[in-house]
């Protein structure tokens, strides 16, 4: 599947979920392993996976990146936010310590 073309106009609702099929956008791509790599309709430049393929990061530009760090069997250790190159919010899935610097993808 390469786009999606609905008749129906999005609302602002819609728009607030992020789902934007205004914005020119040409739709989602997908790796060989059917992976989604990104979704213009969000906003959604990369989306980079690891052996598991699991999410590693997603980027959105320049300006907004998260990453995913996972063990072995896939569990979840570790989630960053990241405005361009500053750390806003980090937590540690293992003891459920939180760092936060700022809100997450408050800009």
Do not use: H
């Amino acid at each position: 599947m390469a786009s999606i073309a609905d008749a129906a106009t999005a609302t602002n609702d819609q728009k607030s979920f992020g789902f934007n099929p205004g914005s020119g956008g040409t739709g989602d791509t997908y790796d060989a392993n059917g992976n989604l790599k990104t979704d213009t309709y969000k906003g959604i430049t990369n989306i980079a996976y690891n052996y598991l393929n699991l999410p590693s990061a997603i980027e959105w530009g320049t300006t907004k990146k998260i990453e995913f760090t996972n063990d072995a069997q896939g569990t979840l250790l570790t989630r960053k936010v990241y405005t361009g190159v500053t750390l806003d919010y980090q937590q540690d899935e293992r003891s459920a310590v939180t760092l936060v610097t700022r809100c997450p993808m408050d800009t």
